[in-house]
């Protein structure tokens, strides 16, 4: 069983093309306009890349943030980095609360689920029958490093969506679901396992304690705030397992806890 950080932690491990090399410009100007303030920096020279590490605070309060954004290469591609982000904040993170990425400056990025590559800041269309087959085995498989979400491609969700999008960016990816990419997956599914084209169906990781592999909202009830919120919480809620936490670079040559 992982070990789960508290509920004030929002965690996201995501990978990014290489400009994400730029970052720290983004993040000066996010301390230059007083949206939130650079307490330090740190770096670990590699064969690579310099593994990159900064430390942050917003607010004042109940609504204080400290965060930790760390950026490194990525093990399987020359032309991707992995960035990680642990938020702690005073109370815990719901589907009411918006995602650190963007007081971070994180959403000018185009990041992506570490394994399988689903967007964080926005809902994408899958398409063909090879979609289908990958999407059946990161279904079956557990190949994905953050919870996915399939919405009905053809239901007007706007008015609920984008509370929950906000509240959720960075901790999971999701997909439209056509009623025919439904009937392609579908056949390559067990039972338990299947998507229904008219509602909303989250997929959580393994690794937490989870008493169902998936939530859904039905149809009827797609335009209720609660629900969404049901599922953020959950998305939410799993960013805090973690097997261990990851070691950065804390001071120039010196690796540190992700909670430093």
Request: proline fraction near 8%.
């Amino acid at each position: 069983m992982a070990d789960r950080l508290p509920p004030t932690s929002f965690c996201v491990l995501a990978r990014c093309g290489r400009e994400l090399v730029a970052y720290e410009e983004v993040l000066t100007r996010q301390h230059d306009a007083g949206v939130l303030q650079i307490i330090d920096r740190g770096v670990v020279t590699t064969k690579k890349d310099p593994i990159r590490r900064w430390r942050v605070r917003w607010g004042q309060g109940t609504k204080a943030v400290r965060a930790v954004v760390v950026i490194t290469d990525h093990d399987f591609s020359q032309d991707e980095l992995l960035c990680l982000v642990r938020a702690d904040a005073p109370h815990p993170w719901t589907g009411r609360t918006e995602s650190p990425l963007f007081t971070l400056g994180l959403s000018d990025y185009p990041l992506r689920d570490s394994i399988m590559g689903y967007h964080f800041f926005a809902c994408e269309a899958g398409k063909g029958a090879d979609f289908a087959e990958n999407l059946a085995e990161t279904i079956t498989v557990d190949m994905r490093g953050t919870p996915l979400l399939l919405i009905p491609a053809q239901r007007d969700l706007r008015s609920v969506y984008g509370r929950f999008s906000r509240a959720t960016a960075g901790v999971l990816g999701a997909l439209e679901l056509s009623p025919e990419l439904s009937d392609a997956v579908n056949a390559l599914l067990p039972e338990h396992l299947r998507t229904d084209p008219n509602e909303a169906r989250l997929y959580l990781p393994p690794g937490c304690d989870a008493d169902q592999p998936t939530l859904a909202i039905p149809a009827q009830r797609l335009h209720r705030p609660a629900e969404w919120g049901r599922l953020a919480e959950a998305s939410i809620e799993w960013s805090s397992w973690r097997d261990r936490q990851p070691r950065v670079p804390a001071d120039r040559g010196h690796v540190g806890p992700l909670s430093q």
